[in-house]
């Protein structure tokens, strides 16, 4: 059964603070990693897709990661505009069906304190 | 450019009432997903639809039931409600083109059953 597993579930950081944010997965015919942000009462937010291992994205203070195994989002020197909860989702092809689903981690809640 | 966007935001219902939800994509996107999150358990497919006129089951599909008459519109139906379908429920969309398969978000609809 495909799993997608983020770690810690929450994390609280100082403005500057840099942190890391995992992502593991085990999951058969990985068709892309994508990273998304919810901010509170509203939907995902596209950040992000990783494709094969050793690829990284970047887009302002957040660079993603990918290995073979799991992803990282790194947040480099924080503000507290970056609080939110950012999701892993691993797409993967669909059984007895045509085409991919994404199969979503349960997230990292990160709030970052001035 | 709205992107997508779903209507009602709220909706209070009692058990065994029933209710449609709809989803809305302006970016011309083939394939579109209902998805449904809990706390604790993630974002979950429903239901998906890779073109006008075809819908097939996700991996909750029970007790909900769609149609997608036009290539920008998705409804999600509730026949009959029940109390697990407290829940808030979120449309995606992605473009069918190779290289871009990430998924964009509504806003939610945050759906109380009594």
């Known amino acids: 059964e495909d799993q997608v597993t983020q770690s810690p579930e929450a994390l609280r950081l100082q403005e500057g603070e840099s942190s890391s944010l995992n992502c593991s997965y085990t999951v058969s015919g990985l068709r892309g990693l994508f990273w998304y942000r919810q901010d509170p009462g509203k939907g995902p937010e596209f950040l992000f897709t990783l494709y094969s291992a050793g690829e990284e994205k970047e887009k302002e203070r957040l660079k993603a990661t990918l290995t073979k195994k799991e992803s990282f989002l790194h947040i480099t020197a924080p503000k507290p505009e970056d609080s939110a909860t950012y999701l892993c989702a691993v797409q993967v092809p669909l059984i007895k069906a045509a085409g991919n689903k994404l199969t979503f981690g349960g997230g990292t809640r990160v709030l970052v304190k001035p | 450019n709205a992107g997508v966007t779903q209507t009602p935001k709220f909706r209070v219902l009692k058990t065994g009432q029933s209710m449609t939800l709809l989803c809305a994509q302006d970016?011309?996107?083939?394939?579109m997903y209902w998805y449904r999150q809990d706390p604790g358990m993630g974002l979950r497919l429903i239901h998906y639809s890779v073109g006008e006129g075809t819908t097939a089951k996700g991996e909750v599909p029970d007790g909900y039931n769609v149609s997608r008459l036009k290539k920008q519109n998705f409804l999600l139906g509730l026949e009959s409600a029940a109390p697990s379908q407290t829940s808030v429920y979120f449309c995606?969309?992605?473009?069918?083109?190779?290289?871009?398969?990430?998924?964009?978000f509504g806003p939610g609809t945050r759906l109380t059953v009594t």
């Open positions: 970016m011309n996107h083939e394939y």
């Open positions: 995606a969309s992605r473009s069918a083109l190779a290289g871009f398969y990430e998924q964009y």
